[in-house]
């Protein structure tokens, strides 16, 4: 399996509060994509990076934020989280456009 | 990247082949098709990817038509395990990229039901 890890796998926080989720890679992959996923829908990118400190926005960027200062981890943060943002969130890992891209096991949060 | 359409959900009797068609009709000639599939709550997985001939792996065969605007990924031998969605993206050939082009979005899949 490719070295992928999500931290925390779960999370319940209050509305208001800041969220950050850790993305950490041990396979020196120079892509890394945050995605949301919601019940009956697919995939939704968020925010996606292309390198140390390159990063872009998705599909479904508002309210999230993201940092990449070392190739292994990607942050997603929450600023001041929603229950709309009560969600699971996938990382997932790409060396180049013609490998496959893996995923963690994802991280469920909660916005109460 | 090209637009996939496939279908929303399809059903397979344990032992037969699975059949999942995948339109890309605008794909352009540097872009590859690859087959991804989610089981239940996990991540994604990948299956098999290609570009202009078929190809199959330990897991499943991939066949891209002629014009390749579409293609179908093969289960030959569906088992219950197999029970999943299955997603179909088309990604631009290269070995780098910036920006945009590094995107990598997913539809909303076929869920796949196996059954008895």
């Known amino acids: 399996d490719a070295g992928i890890t999500q931290s925390p796998r779960h999370k319940v926080t209050e509305t208001g509060t800041p969220v950050t989720l850790r993305c950490h890679q041990t396979e020196n992959h120079r892509y890394m994509y945050w995605y949301r996923q919601d019940p009956g829908h697919g995939l939704r990118l968020i925010h996606y990076?292309?390198?140390?400190?390159?990063?872009d926005k998705g599909e479904v960027s508002d309210g999230y934020s993201v940092s990449r200062s070392k190739t292994e981890d990607f942050l997603l943060t929450l600023e001041s989280a929603t229950s709309s943002q009560t969600s699971v969130y996938f990382c997932?890992?790409?060396?180049?456009?013609?490998?496959?891209?893996?995923f963690g096991q994802g991280t469920r949060l909660t916005v109460v | 990247d090209a637009k996939t359409t496939q279908p929303t959900s399809m059903d397979c009797a344990e032992g037969r082949a699975a059949n999942l068609p995948c339109n890309h009709s605008?794909?352009?000639?540097?872009?590859?098709v690859y087959w991804y599939r989610q089981i239940h709550s996990q991540g994604p997985q990948y299956i098999i990817h290609?570009?202009?001939n078929n190809e199959t792996n330990e897991m499943a065969s991939l066949i891209i038509t002629e014009d390749r605007k579409s293609s179908t990924l093969i289960l030959p031998h569906a088992t219950l395990r197999d029970t999943a969605v299955y997603y179909c993206i088309v990604r631009v050939a290269g070995s780098t990229y910036t920006g945009t082009a590094s995107k990598l979005t997913f539809g909303t899949g076929t869920r796949l039901q196996v059954t008895l």
């Open positions: 605008t794909i352009s000639g540097n872009e590859y």
């Open positions: 290609g570009l202009k």
């Open positions: 997932a890992i790409h060396g180049g456009m013609n490998t496959e891209a893996f």
């Open positions: 990076s292309y390198g140390v400190k390159d990063t």
